[in-house]
């Protein structure tokens, strides 16, 4: 019997234990709606090979994660919740009443959603486990059978492991991209530092990115060998390529069931694996970008000036402490290897942690002891005569270094304490410069004073303040988890109440975030700058060792999205009131566009950016991700692509062009979730699977765009106010910038009626019926009144 096999019969036998003793959630493949998965059940697929269940990746760890198992690799080959791991046994996966898959913690209180049903009333769905490890939610018909292939399938969403027949590319309804990332190490299966995609500026190959450095790419696609220029003559993969409207990707069907790629390297289900920082694996080097070796490692090399690798004598100890690097980089061995090699001083280098994370280097005046119970610790080659004079010199200076060096440590303590005063000092006044101009900086770090900000000319003041650490922790209460307001990209947000009875909002950046000082000092610089009804107003700011927070005036309606989408809290928001929060989101984007010193585009315009006062006006949020354009400018072009999926607009998601028209496309996909209290995001069944964007399209072409009003609306609203402003909303959403009207000309749409509005193209990211294509026109907007407001356009 092989080895398979062996697996299979020993995971069959198990299955048919766990049977005996827990019958309801280990004999079948479908978790019903209402029932839970709890920490210690077993989802089955039904051939055994796969099974879903709450697992600890270590014995050292107390994170909780919720992932598919593949019996062939002992190996969980997809996991739910990688870069949000929990803690509470008592966890547990539950289909709710409206259709939404969660993972429910904390005794209810917290959750991670895992899909979101549009749906208001009950549904009948279930989940179900498939023989090859994909987790399928389904809608069913009454009597059982199924309603409809898949609603939501975590094929969709993989993380380091590629199935057969899954896809590496983007969806262009949505702007989704399907990729794979490494595990940061064996035992922890968030993020790692690798991610095999393809490539997004249109050259048809798959690319591997180390962080953000291309490390290997395939080269361009043979649609007449069906491969990759640098691939061809590898046999366990196959590949197809279909792009259309729709999507465009990759299928890799593999010989050998799955494909993973786990520091930078690509492994099989066979066990051959191909990777560039190998010096026998030839297969890949004609693809290779790896980073070129240091000039003063050369002599290192070997003598076919190939890579310079490491060696690893075993496990041991060094006779002295290296360097640690900040465990906020999240470092992995492969990136530790990296920051000896460009260290010339750098020796030897290992992992800090259990799971085989962090990075500590060492120079060569460290020696090595071997021990079983020590650390994997590799060395960089260093040549015997230049050891000889490096220890010739240290030797020298030895003795006149131990002189001093007792004088030099009480200097050297009294200087680090008054440097760390110092430093203090100038942190803080160099974040008043950045920040405000000309500041006038607080008596005394930490103090809650009152600065001045200003133009060089003084004409405008903006009060701000610089808070202390110990005064926000005193107005959070030490940042309970009772003030908790939220979470978000940046960090968490609290609410916070200071020692005169001011209640703020409180956002604190994660040290996890992807974010950090640049988007801090972004949003700190233009909401200070900035002064508008409809922007939220920046209180103050704190900058204290590794803090960074920005204290904001507290809005207790928290953000539309909370009412927008729930069936109970959008009966607040009548007709009357939708319209002025789509007039007052139109009026803050023409400030930022037209009126503000600078052209600001915000980027990342949704839904729970938008928080709402005690009177439910709209006031924009969030502008770590804001892009300021100097007034001549009209569109910029980034590598780096950010904000939400749903809401960026084409040219943005696909070649990285930033204009205000950016802002556009989002405001009309906002426009229409108000209007509809829909999520544009969701899936809306008709002839197929389309998103909010491609449901109103078909809607209007057919004459019953009235369909789309929300139906909580009932009689409270005026049909041809609300029909005007899906028309403004789909000409906002159209595919090519140069044919979206600018937030002035919106502004006139929605304060004139007597202005006729132009007919909508076709909107980006949908699915739908053939459009017939017709020539386009520079887009002008007419008036009754023979008044002509053209389009300022963004390209």
């Known amino acids: 019997m092989d080895c398979k096999a062996s697996r299979i019969l020993f995971f069959l036998s198990c299955a048919c234990f766990l049977h005996l003793t827990r019958p309801s959630k280990l004999s079948t493949n479908i978790l019903w709606q209402g029932e839970k998965l709890n920490f210690g059940d077993f989802l089955v697929a039904n051939s055994g090979e796969a099974s879903l269940s709450f697992f600890k990746p270590s014995n050292y760890s107390n994170n909780i994660y919720l992932g598919v198992n593949s019996l062939l690799f002992s190996y969980y080959v997809w996991v739910a919740n990688r870069d949000t791991p929990i803690q509470d046994p008592k966890a547990y996966l539950i289909l709710d009443e409206q259709g939404s898959l969660k993972i429910l913690y904390n005794k209810d209180r917290d959750s991670i959603v895992l899909y979101s049903s549009s749906l208001e009333a009950p549904t009948n769905t279930s989940i179900t486990l498939t023989d090859k490890g994909n987790v399928i939610l389904r809608e069913m018909n009454p009597d059982g059978s199924v309603k409809s292939d898949f609603v939501w399938q975590s094929y969709d969403y993989p993380t380091d492991t590629l199935f057969p027949g899954m896809k590496l590319g983007i969806n262009k309804r949505t702007g989704q991209r399907w990729s794979i990332t490494s595990r940061r190490t064996f035992h922890n299966p968030s993020s790692g530092p690798f991610t095999l995609g393809m490539d997004p500026n249109n050259t048809n190959q798959l690319v591997i990115w180390w962080r953000e450095m291309i490390m290997w790419t395939s080269g361009e696609w043979d649609p007449n060998q069906q491969t990759f220029r640098n691939t061809k003559g590898l046999v366990d993969f196959n590949f197809t390529y279909v792009s259309n409207e729709n999507e465009t990707y990759f299928k890799i069907f593999l010989l050998s069931y799955l494909n993973i790629i786990r520091d930078g390297s690509i492994y099989s289900g066979s066990d051959t694996y191909y990777s560039c920082a190998s010096n026998d694996r030839p297969p890949f080097q004609a693809g290779c970008k790896l980073p070129k070796t240091p000039q003063c490692r050369k002599s290192q090399q070997h003598s076919d000036n190939s890579l310079v690798l490491p060696s690893w004598n075993g496990t041991g100890k060094m006779s002295m402490e290296g360097f640690k690097f900040d465990e906020s980089e999240n470092l992995t061995i ?27 280097i060492w120079s060569i005046t460290a020696k090595y002891v071997a021990t079983n119970d020590g650390r994997n610790i590799y060395f960089f080659p260093v040549k015997s005569e230049a050891t000889s ?253 950010v904000g939400t999926f749903g809401y960026m607009s084409p040219e943005y998601a696909m070649s990285g062009v930033v204009s205000i028209k950016t802002d556009v496309f989002s405001y009309g996909v906002l426009l229409l979730e108000i209007v509809t209290g829909k999520k544009n995001n969701n899936c809306y069944q008709t002839d197929g699977p389309i998103n909010l964007i491609g449901y109103a399209w078909q809607l209007w072409i057919e004459g019953r765009a009235s369909e789309l009003i929300d139906p909580i609306l009932g009689g409270s609203c005026s049909p041809s106010e609300v029909l005007r402003c899906i028309h403004i909303g789909l000409l906002c959403v159209q595919e090519k910038a140069t044919e979206r009207p600018t937030m002035l000309n919106v502004v006139s749409f929605l304060s004139s009626e007597t202005i006729q509005l132009a007919q909508p193209n076709q909107p980006a990211f949908f699915n739908n019926i053939v459009v017939k294509e017709t020539d386009v026109l520079p887009v002008s907007y007419g008036s009754s009144n023979d008044v002509t407001i053209s389009d300022v356009n963004g390209r």
């Open 389 to 641: 004079k490096r220890r010739l010199i240290l030797s020298s200076v030895a003795g006149g270094a131990a002189a001093i060096f007792m004088s030099c440590c009480i200097c050297f303590v009294l200087w680090r304490k008054h440097k760390a005063k110092v430093n203090r000092k100038i942190k803080q006044e160099k974040l008043l410069l950045e920040i405000g101009g000309n500041a006038t900086p607080p008596p005394a770090y930490g103090s809650s004073s009152k600065v001045k900000f200003g133009t060089n000319g003084g004409k405008t003041n903006h009060d701000m303040h610089i808070f202390s650490f110990g005064s926000i922790a005193t107005a959070t209460d030490n940042f309970s988890s009772a003030n908790k307001l939220g979470e978000g990209g940046y960090g968490p947000v609290y609410k916070g109440k200071l020692k005169d009875g001011q209640e703020i909002a409180i956002k604190r950046l994660s040290r996890s975030s992807g974010q950090g000082l640049e988007e801090f000092k972004n949003e700190a610089q233009l909401i200070a700058k900035l002064q508008h009804r409809s922007l939220v107003r920046l209180l103050g700011f704190c900058i204290e060792g590794e803090e960074r927070i920005l204290i904001y005036e507290y809005m207790p309606n928290k953000s539309l999205d909370f009412y927008l989408f729930d069936f109970n809290e959008k009966k607040v928001l009548n007709w009357r009131r939708r319209l002025c929060i789509i007039e007052g989101i139109a009026q803050g984007l023409v400030y930022l566009h037209n009126y503000s010193r600078l052209t600001v585009i915000h980027r990342d315009l949704k839904a729970s950016n938008i928080l709402v006062d005690d009177e439910m006006r709209p006031k924009i949020s969030d502008f770590g991700l804001a892009r300021i354009f100097r007034s001549e400018d009209n569109e910029e072009k980034t590598n780096k692509i």
């Open 334 to 360: 492969s990136d530790c290897w990296l920051k000896c090699l460009n260290n010339c001083s750098c020796v030897a280098y290992s992992t800090t942690n259990e799971d085989d994370s962090g990075c500590e």
